[in-house]
């Protein structure tokens, strides 16, 4: 454990030492794990190389979502999974304030905060009785303390309130901050922000009061770039890339279908016009990127180590079996700057000052993907998939190891924890209209008594357009973006025959998307979908019919 660890715990007040807590009238504890930037085939039971045993370990004896959505970017996704809402709808359109690119305060959908018309699942939970506490990464407004997370519901609050940072030395305005407190740079040489996270999450555990259950929100800032990681984690993976991504996305691949994530006759996607052929990059080059991948494993690894440690606090504590435990990650691989390359020089990689963007690249962003295509903040499904595992011995009643292809997104998580906490969503809160909640409770499936309904999911984000009704999915690239492959128009994929979407079906089905992209028209138009300052698309989206 880190150093910063053992001083927080000598000045922060303890709730009483190791207290016996089941959770009030058979109430679970609630943890909700989030990765950073992390690709749908990153662990092993979603058909990785990189060893996960922890995550494993949970989906083993767990279930797994093969269906499940983001919202393809950091800020979006984080309002939407704890408001239940649209992002929009909670404000979040686009980036949080402060964030590179942002400007200041846009329409009401894309204030760059939480806005008074939305709650998160920590202000739903306290009520109910719950302890509420989150360690890591908010990224949900931070210019004043009104926006940060004390203010919405969590009791403690230990981490990053800026989208990203060095792992080794966060330093302002990226830098650490304890409940409303904003603290100097560590000074520590062995900290590291994914060991000190969990640190704090671990501490919550032990010190929390009473019988109370517990909320913990654990948000990584893992494997976000910039490129960091332990010296000792790192040598675990250098030069087991050297075969490339070529081969790699082969292999994962296979190892989904053997494993049921995607169906036996997937086939692969082509590799990503922004990355070149392994082969027909240099030697120097290859080991470079051997490298690169080497540490963004390495980040994946330690996560999951991490992982481990709080689970077996849990178990230790013997929580485990009444601990709700949701694991997910934001959004899909991030391509960024798309370079197969990767992202600045090699010597910024591990380098403690760097905190923007030493990145893998365009290829290996590509294999972490696989089976889809495209990358973070497209709503492509490299975009928007997200693993999802769910572990809950006392109350999961599928059986263990189980994979559940129903389709699902963000707003369905608060919906499931009230459903299991006995919370009430409010109506009003200070006199506020509170925004319905538009997901649906998953534990239908979690108790094995039912399933959803279909339904229609909709997504909006810096001009990038998706719908998807059925199995049917409507998408918009805008063609004067980083999106080098966007064409300005809608394209149109049957998900259910075609789910790594490379066969376009607009030409022949152009009723179906007509209906599809008024379907989206009707929803963003209740969803505060407008006004974008910040938008990349310059037309308004809709198709345009051939003379």
């Known amino acids: 454990m880190t150093k910063i660890y053992?001083?927080?715990?000598?000045?922060?007040?303890?709730?009483?030492?190791f207290p016996n807590v089941a959770g009030a009238d058979g109430k679970p504890n609630i943890v909700l794990i989030m990765a950073d930037d992390m690709g749908f085939s990153d662990i092993g039971c979603y058909g990785s190389e990189i060893p996960t045993p922890n995550l494993d370990a949970l989906a083993a004896n767990g279930l797994r979502f093969t269906q499940f959505h983001n919202t393809a970017r950091c800020s979006p996704t984080r309002a939407s999974l704890l408001t239940g809402l649209h992002p929009h709808q909670a404000g979040m359109g686009r980036l949080a304030e402060g964030s590179i690119g942002t400007k200041g305060d846009g329409a009401p959908g894309y204030l760059g905060y939480l806005n008074n018309h939305c709650v998160t699942i920590a202000e739903v939970l306290r009520p109910a009785g719950y302890r509420t506490y989150l360690a890591g990464k908010w990224h949900l407004g931070m210019r004043d303390e009104s926006k940060w997370p004390l203010q919405r519901g969590f009791d403690r609050f230990y981490g990053l309130l800026v989208g990203a940072s060095s792992y080794f030395r966060p330093e302002a305005p990226r830098g650490l901050t304890l409940d409303n407190e904003q603290l100097p740079?560590?000074?520590?040489?062995?900290?590291?922000?994914?060991?000190?996270?969990?640190d704090f999450a671990i501490q919550t555990v032990n010190e929390h009061k009473g019988n109370a259950p517990f909320f913990l929100y654990l948000a990584f800032n893992a494997p976000h770039w910039p490129l960091h990681a332990k010296e000792a984690d790192i040598q675990k993976f250098v030069g087991k890339y050297k075969a490339g991504w070529d081969k790699l996305r082969e292999e994962r691949l296979a190892r989904q279908k053997q494993l049921g994530i995607v169906a036996p006759d997937v086939p692969l996607s082509e590799r990503d016009p922004g990355a070149r052929a392994w082969d027909a990059l240099s030697g120097e080059d290859q080991q470079k990127l051997d490298y690169r991948m080497a540490v963004y494993a390495a980040q994946v690894h330690c996560m999951d180590?991490?992982?481990?440690?709080?689970?077996?606090?849990?178990?230790?504590?013997?929580?485990?079996?009444?601990?709700?435990?949701?694991?997910?990650?934001?959004?899909?691989?991030?391509?960024e700057p798309y370079t197969d390359l990767g992202g600045q020089p090699q010597e910024n990689i591990n380098k403690p000052s760097i905190h923007s963007n030493v990145s893998y690249g365009t290829g290996w962003a590509n294999l972490s993907n696989i089976p889809?295509?495209?990358?973070?903040?497209?709503?492509?499904?490299?975009?928007?998939?997200?693993?999802?595992?769910?572990?809950?011995?006392?109350?999961?009643?599928?059986?263990?190891?189980?994979?559940?292809?129903?389709?699902?997104?963000l707003p369905d998580i608060m919906p499931t924890f009230i459903d299991v906490s006995g919370a009430s969503y409010p109506e009003k809160i200070n006199g506020q209209a509170i925004t319905p909640l538009e997901g649906r409770s998953l534990l239908p499936i979690l108790a094995a008594s039912g399933k959803l309904e279909p339904r229609l999911f909709c997504w909006e984000q810096y001009g990038f357009k998706a719908v998807r009704d059925g199995n049917l999915k409507a998408v918009f690239s805008p063609n004067d973006s980083y999106d080098k492959l966007g064409s300005g128009k809608w394209e149109l994929y049957d998900l259910a025959s075609d789910r790594a979407e490379l066969h376009?079906?607009?030409?022949?089905?152009?009723?179906?998307?007509?209906?599809?992209?008024?379907?989206?028209?009707?929803?963003?138009?209740?969803?505060?979908?407008?006004?974008?300052?910040?938008?990349?698309?310059?037309?308004?989206g809709k198709q345009k019919k051939k003379k």
């Open 6 to 17: 053992f001083l927080l715990l000598a000045a922060l007040p303890l709730f009483g030492q």
């Open 185 to 198: 740079t560590p000074t520590d040489p062995d900290y590291y922000t994914t060991d000190a996270f969990t």
């Open 305 to 335: 180590y991490n992982v481990g440690r709080l689970v077996q606090t849990l178990r230790d504590r013997k929580l485990l079996d009444n601990t709700l435990i949701v694991f997910l990650s934001d959004n899909g691989a991030c391509a």
């Open 372 to 409: 889809f295509r495209r990358f973070k903040s497209m709503l492509h499904e490299g975009g928007l998939s997200s693993p999802l595992i769910v572990h809950w011995p006392a109350g999961l009643k599928t059986k263990p190891g189980s994979l559940d292809a129903t389709p699902g997104f």
């Open 504 to 540: 376009d079906l607009a030409a022949q089905h152009p009723e179906k998307l007509q209906q599809l992209i008024g379907q989206w028209d009707a929803w963003a138009a209740r969803a505060q979908v407008s006004g974008n300052p910040n938008q990349s698309n310059k037309a308004s």
